[in-house]
C-alpha cells in the first residue's frame, strides 16, 4: 500500500476517531487535537502496519496509547503544581523567591504581637515553638498540663487576631 493509499484509507475512519476521542476527552477542543495527534502517528508509522490487519482497531490502539501517555504526562505536571491548600513551609521552599523586606516587616508584626500578650501565655507559647512539648513545660513552669495546654491555645488566638492582615 503507498503512502497516498494509506493517507486516504486512515481519512475515512476519521468520523469515527473522532466520536472516539469525544469519549476519552468529553471536549471537542481536545478531541480534535487527540485525533489529529493519531491521525499523525499513524501516518508516521505506516511501515509497522502490517497489510490484512483490522485499520480501524490499530488506530484506535494508537488513540488509546496517545491519550494515556498525554494523561500521565499532565498528571505530572499537575503534581508538580501545588494548589492553594497545599501551601505548606515545605513546599513554598521550593517555589517562593525571598522578598527581605516583606519577610523583616513580618517579623516585626510577630515581634510586636508577641510582645503584646500576656506574659502568662506568652511563655508557654514560645516554649512549645521552640519545640518543647507540653509535659516539659508544665515542669518547667509548675503549672498544670491542661493549664499549658489552654495558655498556648489563648496565645494562638491572639497572635491570629492581632496578625489577622497575614491570613
Known sequence: MTQQEFSETISLHAPSLRSHALN????????????????????????????????????????????????????????????EDEITSANLHYSATTNDSVGSFAMQDINVALAQLPQKYAVPFIRYFEGYKYHEIADEMKIPLGTVKTYIHEARILLKKNLKQYQ
Open 24 to 83: 476519552f476527552t468529553k471536549n471537542s477542543e481536545d478531541a480534535n487535537d487527540l485525533m489529529q495527534e493519531t491521525l499523525l502517528k499513524a501516518t508516521r508509522f505506516a511501515s509497522k502496519f502490517e497489510d490484512g490487519t483490522n485499520m480501524k482497531g490499530w488506530l484506535f490502539v494508537i488513540m488509546k496509547n496517545t491519550f494515556i501517555n498525554n494523561y500521565k504526562k499532565n498528571q505530572k505536571t499537575r503534581d508538580n503544581t501545588v494548589q
